[in-house]
């Protein structure tokens, strides 16, 4: 069984270390490149795995990757340029610690939408169904009001990313500018979030960026056909989404499904890396629930606002 497992922020070197550990017993562990070649040249795999991680936290340069170092594991980071040069934050990172029902007010106050549907939903999850400026224009109401400030960079600066880049082992790819749920916006908007992020990262590396992992990541919902041509446009090779399954030669290669870990002991990592796709349907995990709750958050903020 092939699989690609996704991180994010991991502040538990222990944690990272053992899940590590865990992966090479059971795997071997690949690069990017032989994974574009099984896609494109017909290269054989069996029961390997390739480490991504997304955003570009700094708890990737300070835990994850003085790890990979250690044990020598091959992995891609998609990072956006943008945030590395201006150290500014994801709109997700922005809201950490705010108030749940204050944010729901503002959002209401900014978007048609149900009573029902604010208070049964998380304020993150009616975020992903809007645009990236509405979703800004919301966060900044939310600092006025309350005089907050903005947060710290929490992401790694260019130094850091040339470093990165500079010694070899983990591949840098591309993950927009500002990391809008790209379904969510107009086609001149989408296009510019994958362009200007790939040419960013070649600007700043000086060299080709060929790879690209979509923003929250579940086909349909998040990103589509029309992406998947932006990047073929681009001569991307390789992209991922964040469906949870294993990888095989009938994936389309700018849609290669991948599995998220980010918590959890030693049995809970075995369990799940055994079951694959059926643990997320066990548990009844979050990326389904959110497709339901995102699908049902959009269609009601469609009615309210171009059905009047």
Known sequence: MNKVINFHNVKDS???????????????????????????????????????????????????????????????????????????????????????????????EHVKIDNHIISKYSAESILKSLDIDLIWEIILAYQKLFNIKVKKPQNMNLDQLLEIDRHGLVVIGAHTETHPILANEDDERSQKEIVDSIEGLRNILNHEITYFAYPNGTPKLDFGKREIDILKTNNCKIAFSLEPENFTIINHPLSIPRYGLSIGGANFIKTKLFFGKYWEKMKNVRWEEESKVRKSISLSFFDQNYMD
Not at 22 to 51: A, P, Q, R, W
Not at 53 to 61: C, V
């Open 14 to 108: 222990s944690w990272f270390e053992m899940t590590i550990t865990i992966l090479k017993s059971k795997y071997t562990m690949i690069g990017i490149g032989e994974l574009e070649s099984y896609y494109y040249e017909g290269k054989n795999l069996k029961n390997v795995c390739h480490i991504t991680i997304d955003d570009g936290d700094k708890t990737f340069y300070d835990v994850i990757f003085p790890i990979l170092k250690k044990h020598n594991i091959p992995a891609t980071i998609f990072v956006s340029p943008l945030i590395c040069k201006v150290g500014k934050n994801f709109w997700f990172q922005e809201i950490q610690g705010y108030n749940e029902i204050e944010m729901k007010k503002i959002i209401f």
